[in-house]
């Protein structure tokens, strides 16, 4: 473990007044040996590896081949991501990603592995949720890679429920929900449809999201929303009141549209 974290601060390993051809040898070697490390046989000599692979990659992505990198990263993402052994070594697959998403040469390759590492939002062990959550969080603030693309929606609604009561990774699941279901400068109108929308097709994760929505969201985002809450559901009740059929439920959602924007 020694001996990985000196090539990972030293990197590259080589004599850069050598040949070309003596220094690609040099640095073949390097990678050779990372690629190994990955595999150690000591957990924590494989998650150190992972998560220096990752910062060398981020450092010299360009000096790295195309393909040396695809090979180290597949296994990264791939085996060191699902190692049933080993809680710290997922946690550190995971953790090295999201550090290499600091990277913007990084995405287009990213963009292609990232999906398959989607099955450990449910992850037994709460670390590394918290730690894939944390990544998911980095990917949505990037116009390179798309959230959905990376973990369906709906894994993410039913980590919500599951874990409604776990402090550590709730809030982010919040952050991570916040600009689907109150997006910020959204009109009423399309408030009360993606509320509407929520509560309908994932009516445990609406009912979870919004109890702790403050989580990410402002008092004033909050205040807006009850009002127009309010505001839809007054009227709502005034139809129904006239002889309207606004009160029946497939067509409540057409009809709190339809006062909104009188």
């Not at 073949?28 to 692979?53: C, E, K, M, W």
């Not at 195309?66 to 710290?88: E, H, I, P, Q, Y």
């Not at 990544?135 to 959905?148: A, D, E, F, T």
């Not at 993410?156 to 991570?176: C, E, F, K, N, Y």
Request: net charge positive.
């Amino acid at each position: 473990r020694n001996s990985l974290a000196l090539l990972v601060d030293a990197f590259p390993v080589a004599d850069p007044t050598s040949s070309k051809d003596d220094f690609d040898s040099a640095m073949q070697r390097n990678f050779t040996a990372i690629y190994r490390l990955l595999a150690d046989t000591s957990p924590a000599v494989r998650a150190a590896a992972a998560q220096g692979t990752c910062r060398i990659l981020s450092s010299f992505w360009e000096l790295v081949p195309a393909a040396t990198t695809k090979r180290l990263l597949a296994r990264v993402a791939g085996d060191c991501a699902r190692d049933a052994a080993s809680v710290a070594v997922r946690a550190a697959a995971v953790d090295g990603v999201a550090f290499l998403l600091d990277q913007v040469l990084a995405h287009p390759l990213l963009a292609s592995l990232l999906p398959a590492m989607s099955p450990l939002v449910h992850d037994r062990s709460e670390r590394v949720r918290s730690s894939v959550l944390q990544m998911l969080l980095k990917v949505q603030c990037l116009r390179s890679i798309r959230l959905y693309d990376v973990v369906p929606a709906d894994d993410i609604m039913a980590r919500i429920v599951l874990d409604a009561g776990t402090a550590s990774t709730r809030p982010a699941l919040i952050r991570l929900l916040a600009p689907s279901f109150l997006p910020p400068g959204a009109s009423a109108s399309d408030l009360i449809t993606r509320v509407v929308r929520c509560m309908r097709r994932h009516p445990a994760a609406g009912v979870a999201f919004f109890a702790n929505a403050g989580l990410a969201t402002t008092a004033q985002e909050r205040t807006r929303l009850a009002l127009v809450l309010h505001k839809a559901l007054v009227r709502s009740v005034e139809s129904a009141a006239s002889g309207k059929k606004a009160g029946a439920l497939d067509a409540r959602n057409e009809v709190l549209m339809a006062h909104l924007t009188a």
